[in-house]
């Protein structure tokens, strides 16, 4: 397996696995393996964007808030290099970056980021699925995501 099939299949669909039983401790392990696979490892090609979203996440995860929005930083400088879109969406997937907004106490950045990303399709993501994303229940409750739901429950 390759790196990214390593955490992108198999490390963050444990993490989702373990959020969806409400099982932190479970999760935090496979944030730290995520977290330990890509730090100071050369992220680089075709497949960095993927690697640096989910580095951020499981860093957001950990509590490690700075590296976090270091990685956030360096991502968004890459898309604004590379991405075809203006915005710097493309290609980014919208519950990897809003589950790491959230982690980071940043409920409007996280769902600024669905409403961008929903409206033009990224990640192939409906609100229906938003609401039970297991990247996103530190959203739930919260007066942002409750907001977004409802406004997108047509």
């Given at each position: ?49 993927g690697m640096l979203m989910e580095l951020a996440l ?74 039970i994303n297991p990247k996103l229940r530190m959203l739930h409750g919260t ?12």
């Amino acid at each position: 397996a390759t790196l990214s099939d390593s955490v992108s299949a198999y490390l963050d669909v444990k993490a989702d696995a373990c959020a969806r039983l409400a099982n932190a401790a479970c999760e935090r392990v496979y944030y730290d393996s995520i977290a330990t696979l890509l730090t100071k490892r050369p992220l680089s090609g075709a497949g960095e964007a993927g690697m640096l979203m989910e580095l951020a996440l499981a860093q957001s995860a950990l509590g490690h808030a700075s590296e976090s929005r270091r990685t956030l930083d360096r991502l968004f400088a890459l898309q604004r290099r590379t991405a075809a879109r203006s915005d710097g969406t493309g290609g980014l997937d919208a519950s990897v970056i809003a589950g790491t907004y959230a982690r980071l106490g940043q409920p409007d950045s996280a769902v600024s980021w669905l409403e961008r990303s929903l409206s033009k399709g990224n990640g192939g993501y409906t609100p229906k699925f938003l609401a039970i994303n297991p990247k996103l229940r530190m959203l739930h409750g919260t007066p942002e995501f409750e907001e977004f739901l409802r406004a997108h429950s047509h």
